[in-house]
């Protein structure tokens, strides 16, 4: 057993000196391969990096499922102290519910009604498919994330990605069990959008931080803009529903409109993908022109 052991060791010692001198160099050469590919058949390296995410998304998954049990440990244990404070709260606000329940019903149903005597044909179908972060934004220059959802769930390229009740972003590989989302904080994401006060409309452009600027807005229309105005999808195109929350108005210097999300994206666990069906979409030639 000793001398196989000693064995093993003189053949694999040369191996991995010569794998320590040469590391950089196929890294290199590597990344310059992908690069010569990816200029050669841009196709090619999105199919590369979809099988790669689906190869090592179960992996991510594993590795993430303990921190996430440890982090909601120490977040069940730190609010614990206050536990009773929350239930007088959300007590007070069921009954604050239950009043307006009453309202939404009596809307709703002449909503229903005032649709039916216009004879208005609904045409917007959407269902969700719910999915956990796994992999965080990863750098500066790249807001995306990874999802443990994919073309086996019926998720699709382009879909609409919501967290928080907020639009975080869009589909933008699909794999087998697992897909990456394009953030709304990406300088490559184009929203089209509209102020909801006023009814402006605008395109909403990522900042590669934390936030999102607005974009074709007129000197007047800027001047309109008030502090906390909220600025939901348009819905124009038929890329994403209206009426998705992208964030609020949080300052406006010159012609700079930075609106602000409510989603902590230090924190994004969980994420809730929209099947959204519009019959006047052509669903790979659209999502293709916001890339």
Known sequence: MRRRSGTFARVTTPLKSWFQRFALTLMILTAGGLLIIERINPNATQIIRVVVVDTFSPVLTAMT???????????????YGSLRAEVL????KLRFTERWEQVARRLEAENRRLWSQLHVTQDLRTDFVSARVIRDRGSSYVQSVLINAGRADGVRKGQAVLSS???AGRILDVGQGSSRVLLVTDINSRIPCILERTGVPAIAVGDNQNGVRLIRLTPDEIRDISLGDRVVTSGAGGVFPAGFEIGIVQETVGDQVIVVSN???????FATVVNYEHPDLLPDSAFETLQ
Do not use: F
Request: charged share 30%; hydrophobic share 35%.
């Open 65 to 79: 499922t303990p921190v996430a049990a440890g982090r909601e440990l120490y977040n069940n244990v730190r609010s």
């Open 89 to 92: 709260e959300l007590r007070d």
């Open 165 to 167: 009740y907020s639009l």
């Open 263 to 269: 989603i902590n994206w230090d924190r994004l666990e």
